[in-house]
């Protein structure tokens, strides 16, 4: 089967217009012809000049005539000499003189006005006729008349043109000149189209025949392979005209379209039909189907044109229905790829499948259609930079994104060549295409958000392209190095619930269309309803046009510029229609590939591909996630001062990663989550990654005892070992304390914070808030890890996103605004909570027997049971005596000195002297009761909220815990933080 280079290829099969006009110079390239924006198809607003007014009279100056009276009256008064009299007479002078020239002045100005204002309507009487000028000119480029398509001038638009009629010009104006206002919104000569196939005529024989060629004409451009009927003796004529040059003449019921003399007053058939009745004057009155009327001067063609226009049209009929006939109805892509060579493809590939490294960056060919010479090959870099595809369901969309892609794989490697999918239908489009080397992803509207990390990743990967640009010092992809940097090509299949569903996308995919060429970046954008669908920045950049079959003539002319691929027969799939930049379209066929056929191109190429892909697009992040399937659980810091904790992996698709996520020394974290949500999990992680990792880790949980102790021992930690703490539910454990615990608590913690870069210390907190009293400690924090919460209010108040909300599965959530999935800790690590595993200079705090020594002073809420003890086993007791007794009684040593708070706070510096030399045992006391008993003393030791603890004070100032059992103490710990 021939293949066709685009230069060389200019098809009969696409003939319409252009094979039925003459010919006409070759059109001059883009850059230098006016294209208009779409900015300059809005007129601009006409400024109509206001009618200018006489000014109304001032009225005559009576305080001008009465001055000067008044003055030359009390001049005589005071002088007595009547020459000042003659003062008294200036007055009405000066007022008649004001008077007349106030009105001179008036008349004046308003004949200057007059002279502006005519300057001025003739000013934007000219404007108005320069803009219906333009306007005219728009209109007839979309709709020519019958001599103009006959004389080359393209026919964009499927609509029949029945001649001119004055219109609403569609003007904005301001301004009072009610005939120039009138003047501006109406324009004559403006073309009047309707969308019809079935014309019925009657009138005038002399206008009535011009107007049935006219309208010949128009109905057999528009479509060069319609038939016609002519029904009517006074059209025997151009019926002969038209047999003469053996045009498809059918019977009216079979033919497409149908021009005939008829009665005006018979009820037309349906909305494609029109009664046009054309008067001696050569006006006409057209009538549609509604009923509605409509004056118009219709258009003429002369009998000579017409005739000499008739072979062309002949012709173009003949060439398209033997291209039509040479088109298979069924081609195999096998067929297509064992019969191109590698010079056609310009690819570079041998029949081994090498590649010609120095043509790859230049041609992005596929060799999937047929046209009636033979192949037909798509160039994305030579026709264009981006494809755009049309057709509706059934009519073999996908089979043709999927021989598309085939063959790209086919003629290039995975190094010069890369594509992601799209798809949006819900189907299965690419999944038999995942397995090619060249696959960089494939995305459907069934994976959620996924378009949207696809997007961002797109993104990132215009900016890599852009610094390889640049580091190769090279504008364009053509300029650069072998092998440095391959093609992307995206394909979408649905574009339309694409954007319908993330309409953000529609910017993103504008902007990857306009800069994608010099960046080898491409896009192929599938719909079913092309109208309204694309931009029209992105239908400027998109230079090849494939349309299948589409339902609507207005998809067609979106796509091609006629309705030839609205014209497409139902069974006739695969069948489509192809136009490249400016040029016609032509009808082409697409090849079908097999299961077989697609599993031999990935295996050949995967079996030839020796470079790792740079990958575009990372998959979602999994649901569950490990610590050994982050690999190393642990690497160095980049300045080499330490390890780090690897806990989780990151998603940044804007910088195309998956990075893991991890915490160094110093380097706090706190995690905030509801329940459920993965907290104590995510705690339990970074535990097991530092014990890995060789550090100390102390787990704090909800013991108020333990979690007092810890930070007592932290705070003068001197060992250089890495040390991790974890904090697990920190605004819970906190409300556990007691008011004067929890101040020096968190305090210690401060500071404790503070200075964890100095000590080797990273701490990890964990609640359901990071707000109110837990705030400072959140702010000290380097890191913040958003689990999910109940709501997103909630969210929002402990710092997230909005837009970030969601129910998230246990261990994901957003650290730092980056979505992570946090690993999961093995089972044993997991039920370290609240243990103290490994510490520098401590041992864990257990409990020996103990026994109340002789000689002691108790303090307790109730005394009464303690004395009963105290008396069964042999001790001698003493009530609390008051200081000043105790300067004049003398205690013996072994007796145990027992009274209730009350007693002991009443006797004033009794306990403090007593604890000089003897060991205090307080059982119930507040923080404050302890405080008034040793001011100078520090706060005792926190203790769990039980009634079996209570505190022991020695000699030497130091606190111990003890145990009471039935209120009597019977253990103490062994190793105890010291207040």
Excluded at 50 to 72: K, W
Excluded at 601 to 609: D, G, H, K, P, W
Excluded at 723 to 738: H, I, N, R, S, W
Aim: charge should be neutral; proline fraction near 5%; hydrophobic fraction near 40%.
């Amino acid at each position: 089967m021939k293949s066709l280079d685009r230069r060389e290829r200019e098809s009969p099969a696409g003939a319409s217009e252009a094979l039925l006009a003459l010919p006409t110079p070759e059109p001059l390239p883009s850059r230098y012809t006016h294209v208009d924006q779409p900015a300059d198809l809005d007129e601009p607003i006409l400024k109509i000049p206001q009618a200018p007014t006489m000014e109304r009279a001032s009225g005559f100056p009576t305080m001008m005539v009465i001055a000067p009276i008044i003055v030359a009256s009390i001049m005589y008064a005071m002088l007595r000499t009547p020459y000042v009299l003659i003062f008294a007479v200036f007055g009405p002078v000066f007022g008649i003189a004001n008077v007349v020239d106030q009105r001179i002045g008036r008349k004046r100005r308003y004949r200057r006005a007059l002279e502006e204002h005519e300057t001025a309507r003739s000013a934007c009487r000219d404007a108005i006729r320069a803009a219906h000028r333009r306007i005219r000119a728009r209109a007839a480029s979309t709709h020519p008349a019958a001599r103009s398509v006959i004389s080359g001038v393209a026919r964009p638009s499927p609509t029949t043109l029945l001649g001119h009629a004055t219109t609403s010009s569609g003007l904005r104006t301001s301004g009072g000149d009610t005939e120039l206002e009138h003047e501006a919104l109406r324009i004559r000569e403006m073309p009047f189209v309707r969308d019809i196939t079935h014309i019925r005529v009657t009138g005038n024989a002399v206008h009535l025949q011009g107007f049935a060629r006219a309208m010949a004409v128009q109905l057999l451009a528009s479509r060069v392979e319609r038939s016609i009927s002519i029904v009517g003796s006074e059209l025997d004529s151009l019926l002969a005209a038209l047999t003469n040059n053996r045009i498809r003449i059918e019977h009216p019921d079979k033919a497409d379209c149908r021009i005939e003399i008829g009665n005006a007053a018979a009820e037309l058939v349906d909305e494609q039909s029109i009664d046009v009745v054309i008067d001696d004057s050569g006006e006409a009155i057209a009538i549609a189907a509604d009923g509605s009327r409509l004056r118009f001067w219709p258009d003429t063609l002369g009998e000579v044109e017409f005739n000499q226009w008739l072979p062309r049209l002949y012709r173009a009929q003949l060439r398209r229905s033997r291209a039509a006939s040479r088109i298979p109805e069924r081609v195999w892509l096998r067929d297509l790829l064992a019969g191109t060579t590698a010079h056609d493809r310009g690819a570079g590939l041998n029949d081994s499948l090498s590649s010609n490294e120095g043509n790859a960056s230049k041609t992005l060919r596929a060799d999937f259609l047929v046209g009636s010479e033979g192949t037909v090959p798509i160039d994305l870099v030579v026709d264009g930079a981006h494809a755009l595809v049309a057709g509706t369901t059934g009519s073999g969309k996908s089979e043709l994104l999927i021989s598309w892609i085939a063959s790209l794989c086919h003629n290039y490697t995975p190094g010069q060549l890369a594509f992601l999918g799209l798809d949006f239908k819900g189907g299965a489009t690419f999944d038999s295409l995942s397995e090619m080397p060249h696959c960089r992803g494939v995305v459907t509207d069934l994976d959620g958000d996924e378009a949207m990390r696809v997007a961002w990743s797109l993104r990132a990967e215009v900016e890599r392209r852009e610094r390889a640009l640049r580091q190769h010092q090279v504008r364009d992809i053509l300029d650069m190095p072998v092998g440095k940097l391959e093609r992307l090509v995206v394909f979408v299949d649905e574009y339309q619930a694409l954007v319908h569903s993330h309409p953000d996308l529609q910017a993103i995919i504008a902007d990857l269309a306009a800069r994608g060429r010099s960046l080898g970046v491409h896009l192929v954008l599938c719909t079913q309803r092309p109208t309204g669908t694309y931009r029209e920045e992105l239908l400027a950049n998109c230079s090849i046009r494939l349309s299948l079959r589409v339902e609507q003539a207005s998809d067609s002319v979106t796509m091609l510029g006629n309705n030839s691929a609205a014209t497409i027969d139902r069974a006739a799939r695969g069948r489509a229609m192809l136009r490249i930049g400016g040029g016609e379209p032509e009808p082409v066929q697409v090849a079908q590939s097999t299961d077989t056929e697609l599993a031999r191109i990935a295996q050949q190429r995967s079996t030839n591909s020796d470079t790792a892909p740079v990958p575009i697009w990372h998959p979602p992040l999994p649901e569950r996630l490990t610590l050994s399937e982050l690999g190393q659980a642990h690497h160095s810091n980049d300045d080499g001062s330490g390890n780090r904790i690897v806990f989780g992996r990151l998603d940044m698709p804007e910088s195309q990663s998956q990075p893991l996520a991890s915490i160094g020394i110093g380097e706090h974290l706190y995690v905030v989550g509801g329940h459920r949500s993965g907290k104590s999990v995510t705690l339990a992680t970074l535990r097991e990654g530092a014990a890995r990792s060789g550090w100390a880790v102390v787990a704090i949980g909800s013991d108020v005892e333990h979690a007092w102790d810890a930070i007592s021992q932290l705070k003068q930690r001197d060992s250089e070992q890495p040390c991790l703490v974890t904090v697990d539910d920190l605004d819970a454990l906190e409300a556990l304390f007691d008011d004067d615990h929890r101040a020096a608590w968190m305090a210690d913690l401060l500071v404790c914070a503070r200075l964890g870069k100095q000590r080797g210390i990273t701490f990890v907190f964990s609640g359901r808030r990071a707000t109110g009293t837990c705030s400072r400690i959140h702010q000290l924090c380097t890191h913040t890890l958003l689990l999910t919460l109940p709501t997103r209010n909630e969210w929002i108040l402990q710092g997230g996103q909005p837009a970030h909300f969601a129910n998230m599965v246990p261990g994901r959530g957003r650290l730092d605004g980056v979505l992570i999935q946090v690993a999961l800790a093995t089972e044993a690590a997991s039920e370290s909570a609240g243990v103290v595993l490994a510490t520098a200079n401590t041992t864990s705090p257990t409990w020996r027997p103990w026994q109340i020594p002789r000689g002691s002073c108790i303090v307790a809420r109730r005394t009464s049971v303690i004395a009963r003890w105290l008396e069964a086993h042999n001790y001698t007791v003493h009530p609390v005596l008051q200081a000043t007794q105790l300067r004049t009684a003398a205690v013996p040593q072994d007796c145990v000195m027992l009274g209730d708070v009350e007693q002991w706070i009443s006797a004033y510096g009794v306990a403090s002297k007593m604890a000089d030399t003897r060991p205090v045992i307080g059982i119930g006391l507040t923080p404050g009761e302890w405080r008034s008993l040793f001011r100078g003393d520090s706060l005792p030791p926190a203790l769990a909220a039980n009634e079996d603890r209570a505190i022991v004070r020695a000699i030497d100032g130091t606190y111990s815990r003890i145990r009471c059992e039935d209120g009597i103490p019977q253990h103490i710990q062994r190793s105890a933080a010291n207040g």
